[in-house]
């Protein structure tokens, strides 16, 4: 057997836990937290050397947690039917009904035909459209969507004949690399636009019972979209690659070819479009207007009445309705099973004293600058997710932050945050994100060329995100960084 990474994790989880299970016996640890960190360690070994796959790892706590006495069998499995995994289900039917009737691919090839004019600013646009397609499809989908439009466009630059060498190549590299970090960029505006936010979502809710809002995530993740994508888009036309050509010569004529290809909006499309603006329109009214109208609608009993309503409306021809099960079923399991996993953890950690006991030994860290505290976070989360998947990863550590962050007199939120945001924030390898996969494979691309600009852009985002965490995120959310209160 090769001695590979995902070998001597195969091997080191299972006897990691065997030995904390025997032998780390400290004072304060009761057996049932013993068996909850035993599980945690062999969890995170498998995670992070990816053993096997990290979805199926994320079903050991079924398996561990009653065994060791840690967490009872319905407990445990009441994880992977939180709320918020039905949030992500409502939310990505709806997106696959976009994907089915090429709504998405319109809406994407309008906002480039509206921007894009030159090298500079077609690049603007497709970044734009990649970052609001994925606010609200998965960054995954949005990456392989834009790539075979932004392919098209770099063959209609290096096919013309007024095109200075190389320049294409050039171009190549930086719309690639804007659409990889759009896509990451997009998703952090809103709840279900990247899973990380989810699993905040429900650690929060699971262990203090506090409920964040789709409106409430939106107002401080938007913003963050917004200021980081243009500093994106400046740093990768104006610093990390130089255009000698600014014009481009046939781009928007390659872009009204595609569009034309799409014909007229067809009738699916408006239906589909209608329930999408209605359910969006839900989500974020639903804490100023439906609540008083209805006051036990929830954030995910509104995806799920999308959902099915996609599933009642028939198409024009009456033949099949907007999406049928045969196309549901592609919603991505192996990411509803990682946020079971991360629940699981969380209710561990809460109901064996894990938590508690975590906390109590962080007493080192008081005392120390909260600022410093939450730029250190947020870069070590940063660059672990590198090579680590950034589900995985929060999930991993949110049930351990809000522990310290009540033993040093801190907000759980600022830690919390700071941990969800830069998981998704990861710039610089293939494996960091799938986007980054997607256009690596493009052929434009080499690991040096990402990594020496996707460094700074690692570096760009430590900095704007510590910054939104530490100044802005109290006020917008209406709590004091020092004081836990469960906000109002």
């Not at 079923?329 to 990682?338: N, Q, T």
């Not at 600022?414 to 256009?439: E, G, H, K, R, Y």
Request: proline residues 5%; aromatic residues 12%; glycine residues 8%.
């Amino acid at each position: 057997m090769n001695i590979t990474p995902k070998n001597i994790g195969l091997f080191s989880g299972p006897l990691a836990f065997i030995f904390i299970l025997l032998f780390f016996h400290p004072e304060g640890l009761n057996p049932r937290a013993n068996a909850i960190l035993a599980s945690t360690i062999w969890i995170a070994i498998w995670w992070i050397t990816e053993a096997i796959p990290i979805a199926v790892t994320a079903l050991l706590p079924i398996v561990l947690f009653p065994l060791t006495g840690g967490l009872g069998l319905s407990e445990t499995t009441a994880s992977f039917g939180h709320k918020y995994v039905f949030l992500y289900i409502g939310g990505f039917i709806i997106a696959i009904a976009i994907q089915k009737w090429n709504l998405h691919k319109r809406i994407a090839l309008n906002i480039i035909n509206l921007i894009g004019t030159n090298v500079v600013t077609i690049i603007l646009g497709f970044m734009m459209a990649t970052a609001f397609m994925s606010m609200w499809i998965s960054n995954t989908a949005t990456a392989v969507m834009m790539l075979p439009i932004a392919l098209a466009i770099v063959t209609q630059l290096k096919d013309d004949p007024n095109t200075i060498e190389k320049e294409n190549l050039i171009f190549g590299k930086a719309l690639m690399l804007g659409i990889a970090y759009s896509a990451s960029i997009g998703g952090l505006s809103t709840l279900i636009g990247t899973p990380p936010n989810l699993v905040l979502a429900g650690v929060v809710e699971e262990t203090f019972g506090y409920e964040i809002t789709f409106a409430q995530w939106f107002k401080f993740g938007f913003p963050i979209s917004i200021v980081l994508l243009f500093i994106c888009w400046k740093y990768l036309t104006s610093i990390a690659f130089k255009f000698k050509q600014k014009t481009f010569p046939g781009g928007r004529e390659e872009i009204s070819k595609q569009l034309k290809a799409l014909g007229k909006i067809s009738y699916e499309e408006k239906l589909v479009g209608l329930v999408f603006g209605l359910t969006a329109f839900a989500w974020f009214s639903r804490s100023f207007l439906l609540k008083s109208i209805i006051p036990s609608i929830d954030d995910t009993i509104i995806a799920i009445i999308g959902a099915i309503i996609i599933f009642l409306i028939p198409t024009k021809n009456k033949e099949r309705r907007l999406i049928n099960w045969e196309e549901a079923v592609k919603l991505p399991w192996g990411i509803l099973l990682l946020f079971g996993g991360g629940m699981a953890l969380a209710a561990g950690f809460k109901d064996s004293g894990l938590a508690l006991w975590i906390g109590s030994q962080m007493t080192l860290l008081d005392g120390v600058s909260l600022f410093l505290l939450v730029i250190v976070l947020i870069a070590a989360v940063n660059f672990l997710t590198e090579i680590t998947s950034n589900l995985a990863t929060t999930a991993m550590l949110l049930p351990i932050l809000y522990p310290m962050a009540i033993t040093i007199d801190v907000h759980p939120f600022i830690l919390m945050v700071s941990a969800t945001v830069a998981a998704t924030c990861a710039f610089m390898l293939p494996v960091a994100t799938p986007p980054n996969a997607v256009v690596f494979g493009s052929g434009y691309l080499r690991i040096p060329d990402m990594v020496r600009v996707g460094i700074w852009m690692n570096i760009i985002s430590i900095i704007i995100l510590t910054l939104f965490v530490f100044f802005l995120l109290p006020s917008l959310w209406n709590f004091d960084p020092l004081v836990f209160i469960i906000p109002e």
